[in-house]
């Protein structure tokens, strides 16, 4: 297990994005400009986005790869081999339409809300929280996680009903 600092997911498992998925179009446009920064790989690409985002959000190889297909088909990226790994450079089209001022806004949080990103990363932490009461507590330290998650969860609806 992770350490409650890092769990699993907290960057946002399969590309999520606080409040779902980054728009394939943000992606797209994300790996564009990310690629401002010079030829990089897939991974490296996922890497600098992560960066950007503060570690709060990582693309998914899923997305990414085929995305990079499509702009190499497009003519906006070239891909060339480099030590058994694909890398990829923007070429003068695909410059032209790279946007660093997405970039700006993933770091910012502004692409899905910052705090719908906050919550979202505390609800991991407290889940994370909660597995290692289950597995290392005691029975009354148990049944007093039970009741610290029950209660938060009823001052949430109770946050609604305002």
Partial sequence: MRP????YGEHGRHGHWAGGRVPKGNVRGLLLAALLDGPAHGYELMRRLEGQA???WR??????YPLLQVLEDEGLVRGRDSDGRKVYELTERGRAQADVGQLRDLAAGTGAGSAHLDLRT???RLHVAARQVATAGDPAQVQEAVEIVRGARQALYRLLAQ
Avoid: A, D, L, W
């Fill in 4 to 7: 409650p600092e890092m769990p």
């Fill in 59 to 64: 693309p998914s190889p899923g997305s990414v």
């Fill in 122 to 124: 505390e609800v991991h």
């Fill in 54 to 56: 503060g570690g709060r």
